[in-house]
């Protein structure tokens, strides 16, 4: 109970990203499940695939109702990106959950230098020209090995490839991500359920519930503040958003790496 009393706060900001942003609720949901409720990292790297793409599902449901989810992006990102979360998630099982999330710092702060250098009105509308297929095809399949490697969703790098290769808005990529990130996240933690297993460990199942449950309220809260905001500030917000996380997951993952 003490532990569930400690995620509360962070659960619903796992939500909030993930309804205003499309993305964060991992890079908030490991850190949530390692320092608040005091899990192992890869446990805490499956229950987070588990929770994200529960409050994901949740999440898209408002921008459904608006048709905002762009569905050709789904199948050319979102399938490639299911088999790159798998293998990744197979090659995450030979490395240390430290080494994993300080390439994942790093994964996503060049993300947010993409983001932030492209942050301009013209990228903002609507007519910005799409990459070809193929393109889109590989940048899911990359990105899915990452993200399987890292152990997250991978919004942090869905939302700025929608945007800047499938020629999404802001408001088109967001929702489309979160269809994409449920995709991954449960073909993620799939295999990650054997990783663990093999190294004789267990997940908690009421910790995953009552997090993704109180997420999917914050994700509800984030999507209707998301229709009042400019994209420009969605995609700036974005890009700082990632930059402080990064970093201090950097700084965090080296500490423990030297103290090793």
Not at 48 to 64: D, E, K, M, N, W
Request: glycine letters at 14%; proline letters at 4%; charged letters at 10%.
């Amino acid at each position: 109970m003490g532990a569930l009393l400690l995620v509360w706060p962070g659960a619903i900001a796992i939500g909030l990203s993930l309804g205003l942003l499309g993305s964060g609720g991992s890079i908030l949901t490991v850190p949530v499940l390692v320092y608040l409720a005091g899990q192992e990292e890869k446990v805490a790297i499956a229950g987070s695939l588990a929770i994200v793409g529960l409050i994901a599902l949740a999440a898209v449901i408002p921008y459904l109702r608006r048709g905002l989810v762009d569905w050709r992006s789904v199948m050319l990102f979102g399938i490639p990106g299911m088999i790159g979360t798998y293998g990744g998630a197979w090659g995450s099982a030979f490395v240390s959950g430290t080494v994993q999330l300080a390439g994942f710092a790093v994964v996503m702060l060049l993300a947010a230098g993409l983001m932030l250098r492209n942050s301009n009105p013209v990228c903002a509308t609507p007519t910005l020209r799409r990459e070809a297929a193929w393109k889109v095809i590989s940048e899911g399949l990359v990105v899915g090995v990452v993200t399987g490697f890292v152990g997250v969703g991978g919004g942090f790098l869905v939302v700025p490839a929608l945007v800047l290769l499938g020629g999404l808005t802001m408001q088109q990529a967001v929702p489309t991500s979160l269809v994409i990130i449920a995709l991954k996240s449960f073909v993620g933690f799939w295999k990650y359920t054997e990783v663990i297993a093999a190294e004789h460990l267990s997940l908690d199942p009421v910790i995953i519930l009552a997090v993704a449950a109180v997420g999917v309220i914050g994700s509800w809260i984030g999507s209707a503040v998301a229709f009042r905001l400019p994209q420009e500030v969605l995609k700036r917000a974005f890009g700082v958003f990632l930059v402080v996380m990064g970093g201090l997951i950097l700084v965090q993952s080296s500490v423990n790496l030297l103290a090793a």
